[in-house]
């Protein structure tokens, strides 16, 4: 298989490797090119004696370098792939060390599937339930202090909060972190974004995007409280998003949903001292929208990934919750997309009516993903950017990609996926012209890269 220049700079870490992947991306910088199926290899002169040794597969994507960097995938990585990406790489015998990655990576997965397959270790079961007790008691003291924090809050009047420092949010979000409630601190310190966009930079002022967050985070600490009165599911949807892991023993006991998943996006943020990377997909076959979620630090980099525009034929397992959206990869294989239609696209009003419904079973819902078939963008009645059809429209919070999606759409209809969080869509990708646009994940510059 081959990748795309587009799929390839997705999978760089940063926007420095990127622009440092494209600068190595020239086929005579580098020495021994070859290829052996989805494995392609070369060597490219750094600022060592010896060369560097740079192997790559295409189909996980994954790849080594003996480059000292500590970001995965390395230019160099970055480089070789998109020097194939250009012009394939023609085959060959693979050298004895690119023969050794191969046959250490097919003796990993024998390896990792062995594990899976034997027996569990002993639980200690007294220690896990001594840690379980320590933990509900610092997160139900966490809500306690929130609660009254955001009776504080309500009192003084929100007219107030606008004049407060930074540090006043982030001292209730670190009280959190400390009750070992980060879904909650993270709600936190989003709010002084809120507070400081100017007025009229999204579909809502200030005060209402703050009051609608406000409202969210309390209904969130009301639910923990009940937890008697939701389903299991909706219950185990409340914890996660106050910050509670899903243990590998509780997603292995969960049912796989096999299907072939449109990969329809990236997106990179950074929480703390982590780097969250998120990838959007879509069931072709059933239509599920699921959200894989991966955090990476610059010693431990994210694990690869399937790019924009592939389809990843297997399983994903979903997190308990209430609606299922967050999965994980199970068993499967990333390879080109079998269409480029936006599986599961309706029209505004349907997209609406789903929205509530997500609502109506998790109002603390910040943000929801929205596929939309045959839209056409422009300006609605009040000037703002919208995107819509003959039963409704959304507006578009993200002025600056709106440019370049109206130059890709040409005035057609167009598919398209984002994420609404009640009164705006952000875009994330977009069909158009049979072609699967995406914004890229790592870089600021107003700009679509052609995915599929």
Same mark, same amino acid.
């Given at each position: 298989?081959?990748?795309?220049?587009?799929?390839?700079?997705?999978?760089?870490?940063d926007?420095?490797?990127?622009?440092?992947?494209q600068?190595?991306?020239?086929?005579?910088?580098?020495?021994? !090119?070859?290829?052996?199926?989805?494995?392609?290899?070369?060597?490219?002169?750094?600022?060592?004696?010896?060369?560097?040794?740079?192997?790559?597969? !295409?189909?996980?994507?994954?790849?080594?370098?003996?480059?000292p960097?500590r970001?995965?995938?390395?230019?160099?990585?970055?480089?070789?792939?998109?020097?194939?990406?250009?012009?394939?790489?023609?085959?060959?015998?693979?050298?004895?060390?690119?023969?050794?990655?191969?046959?250490?990576?097919?003796?990993?997965?024998?390896?990792?599937?062995?594990?899976?397959?034997?027996?569990?270790?002993?639980v200690?079961?007294?220690?896990?339930?001594?840690? /379980?007790?320590?933990?509900?008691?610092?997160?139900?003291?966490?809500?306690?202090? !929130?609660?009254?924090?955001?009776?504080?809050?309500? /009192?003084?009047?929100?007219?107030?909060?606008?004049?407060?420092?930074?540090?006043?949010?982030? /001292?209730?979000?670190?009280?959190?972190?400390?009750?070992?409630a980060?879904? !909650?601190?993270?709600?936190?310190?989003?709010?002084?974004?809120?507070?400081?966009?100017?007025?009229?930079?999204?579909?809502?002022?200030?005060?209402?995007?703050?009051?609608?967050?406000?409202?969210?985070?309390?209904?969130? #600490?009301?639910?923990?409280?009940?937890?008697?009165?939701?389903?299991?599911?909706?219950?185990?949807?409340?914890?996660?998003?106050?910050?509670?892991?899903?243990?590998?023993e509780?997603?292995?006991?969960?049912?796989?949903?096999?299907?072939?998943?449109?990969?329809?996006?990236h997106?990179?943020?950074?929480?703390?001292?982590?780097?969250?990377?998120?990838?959007?997909?879509?069931?072709?076959t059933?239509?599920?929208m699921?959200?894989?979620?991966?955090?990476?630090?610059?010693?431990?980099?994210?694990?690869?990934?399937?790019?924009?525009?592939?389809?990843?034929?297997?399983?994903?397992?979903?997190?308990?919750?209430?609606?299922?959206?967050?999965?994980?990869?199970?068993?499967? /294989?990333?390879?080109?997309?079998?269409?480029?239609?936006?599986?599961?696209?309706t029209?505004?009003?349907?997209?609406?009516?789903?929205?509530?419904?997500?609502?109506?079973?998790?109002?603390?819902?910040?943000?929801?993903?929205?596929?939309?078939?045959?839209?056409?963008?422009?300006?609605?009645?009040?000037?703002?950017?919208?995107?819509?059809?003959?039963?409704?429209?959304?507006?578009?919070?993200?002025?600056?990609?709106?440019?370049?999606?109206?130059?890709?759409?040409?005035?057609?209809?167009?598919?398209?996926?984002?994420?609404?969080?009640?009164?705006?869509?952000?875009?994330?990708?977009?069909?158009?012209?049979?072609?699967?646009?995406?914004?890229?994940?790592?870089?600021?510059?107003?700009?679509? #890269?052609?995915?599929?």
């Open positions: 298989m081959s990748l795309t220049s587009a799929q390839i700079l997705d999978l760089a870490p926007a420095s490797s990127r622009k440092a992947g600068d190595q991306a020239k086929p005579a910088k580098w020495g021994g !090119l070859g290829r052996a199926g989805d494995v392609v290899w070369g060597e490219i002169k750094g600022s060592g004696a010896n060369p560097y040794r740079t192997v790559a597969d !295409l189909s996980g994507p994954s790849s080594k370098c003996t480059c960097s970001k995965f995938p390395c230019k160099h990585a970055l480089g070789l792939m998109l020097v194939d990406a250009a012009a394939p790489i023609p085959e060959a015998e693979p050298p004895d060390w690119v023969a050794a990655w191969i046959k250490g990576r097919e003796s990993r997965a024998v390896s990792a599937e062995a594990r899976a397959q034997a027996a569990p270790a002993p200690d079961e007294k220690g896990q339930a001594k840690r /379980r007790q320590a933990r509900e008691g610092k997160v139900s003291a966490a809500l306690d202090e !929130l609660d009254l924090w955001l009776g504080d809050l309500m /009192r003084r009047g929100l007219a107030t909060v606008r004049r407060e420092p930074y540090a006043f949010w982030d /001292r209730m979000a670190g009280r959190l972190v400390d009750g070992q980060p879904g !909650l601190a993270r709600r936190v310190r989003a709010m002084p974004g809120l507070v400081a966009a100017p007025p009229g930079a999204g579909a809502a002022g200030p005060e209402a995007s703050l009051a609608l967050a406000l409202g969210r985070l309390s209904l969130l #600490v009301r639910a923990a409280r009940r937890p008697d009165r939701l389903t299991p599911e909706q219950a185990a949807g409340v914890r996660a998003a106050i910050g509670y892991p899903v243990t590998a509780e997603l292995a006991g969960r049912p796989g949903l096999v299907d072939e998943w449109a990969i329809l996006a997106a990179v943020e950074d929480e703390d001292k982590l780097t969250a990377r998120t990838v959007w997909l879509a069931g072709r059933s239509g599920a699921a959200q894989v979620v991966d955090y990476g630090t610059s010693g431990s980099p994210l694990p690869p990934v399937p790019a924009a525009g592939q389809d990843f034929s297997g399983a994903l397992a979903f997190h308990p919750g209430d609606p299922p959206l967050r999965a994980v990869f199970r068993e499967g /294989r990333a390879g080109p997309a079998r269409a480029c239609a936006l599986p599961g696209a029209s505004v009003a349907a997209a609406l009516d789903g929205f509530a419904e997500a609502l109506a079973r998790a109002p603390w819902i910040d943000r929801w993903p929205v596929r939309l078939s045959g839209q056409r963008l422009g300006h609605g009645a009040d000037g703002a950017m919208a995107a819509g059809d003959a039963t409704g429209c959304f507006t578009l919070a993200d002025s600056a990609h709106f440019p370049p999606l109206m130059a890709v759409a040409a005035g057609g209809h167009v598919d398209l996926f984002g994420l609404y969080d009640g009164f705006a869509l952000t875009p994330l990708a977009m069909v158009a012209e049979g072609h699967l646009y995406a914004v890229p994940a790592q870089d600021a510059r107003p700009i679509l #890269v052609r995915a599929a």
